[in-house]
């Protein structure tokens, strides 16, 4: 072969090695973006449904049609009792309210890192979730490890259907599925029917003596003042917390009235984190974020 066939050749060699290394480039960096690597993708009935691992975390997405993803839950699978997210640390704002908390429901199941949570902080306590979609409930099995147990029920059903039966009362109801889902999300309709005056008072009608609901809104969002106006039409007691460093608001809803102060909070603060294992959860902080 002769020196000029020979550099040809190799030059040859060089621009496929190059494009096949670009290929595969583009292929990765498809399959990735700040939430990390796409381990599975599908569609269900009501949504589009992305999982996605960045390290040790894995996180439940949904993904509206324009291709945006909103992460629903973040689960660190070598420490899954720990909270991922702002907003979850947010909720159990309701333990300043309402504690002990012996029988909770989570409305809104995702990849059940609340699930998982509760699971390791209060091991006594009894933990139902309730989740529309079966496609999410078998995701949060296999990709989350999130399963029924001794003290732990999922449903798979409405939530307006499922509060028609007789469902007992509860310490606290964690309103996950408050949200505005992805525009073209067939659960539109069905979370606007969650955030109606008859569904509220029917939150309320579940609640035991002192029990609290915690939704999780988008403070940004426009119809959020109306949501919490709404809220305040149906529990006398209406509690605003901000949730540092996102776009989220908690808001606390009781039938005490006119409740505890900024003062009041702080001193069962104090007394929940000397006697609580909460993994990682600061109760005096979470006083601190309400709102004036």
């Known amino acids: 072969m002769s020196r000029n066939h020979l550099r040809l050749f190799l030059g040859m060699a060089l621009l496929l090695c190059s494009t096949v290394y ?47 993803e909103q992460r629903q839950s973040a689960i660190n699978l070598a420490a899954p009792e720990e909270n991922q997210l702002g907003y979850a640390k947010g909720l159990f704002s309701s333990f300043l309210f309402c504690h002990p908390q012996n029988r909770v429901l989570i409305v809104g199941l995702g990849g059940g890192g609340m699930v998982q949570y509760l699971n390791h902080a209060f091991p006594g306590m009894t933990v139902e979730a309730v989740e529309i979609d079966p496609v999410v409930v078998s995701l949060a099995a296999e990709y989350f490890k999130t399963v029924p147990g001794p003290k732990t029920v999922i449903h798979t059903k409405d939530a307006f259907a499922f509060f028609e039966e007789d469902r007992g009362g509860y310490d606290a109801i964690y309103m996950d599925a408050f949200l505005r889902p992805p525009a073209d999300s067939e659960l539109t309709e069905k979370t606007t029917r969650l955030k109606t005056d008859d569904f509220l008072k029917t939150l309320q009608s579940h609640l035991n003596p002192g029990g609290v609901v915690a939704f999780n809104l988008i403070e940004r969002e426009a119809e959020t003042p109306g949501n919490i ?64």
């Open 22 to 68: 670009l290929a595969n480039h583009v292929a990765k960096t498809s399959n990735e973006n700040r939430f990390g690597l796409l381990l599975h993708e599908t569609r269900s009935e009501f949504s589009h449904i992305r999982i996605r691992e960045k390290g040790s975390v894995r996180c439940l997405l949904f993904v509206d049609k324009n291709g945006k």
């Open 229 to 292: 106006a709404s809220i305040r039409r149906s529990f006398p007691g209406t509690f605003l917390f901000s949730v540092p460093n996102t776009g989220n608001l908690v808001v606390i809803g009781t039938n005490e009235s006119p409740g505890p102060d900024l003062e009041a909070l702080r001193k069962r603060a104090v007394k929940l984190d000397e006697t609580l294992v909460s993994a990682g959860l600061s109760f005096r902080s979470l006083a601190e974020n309400l709102r004036p």
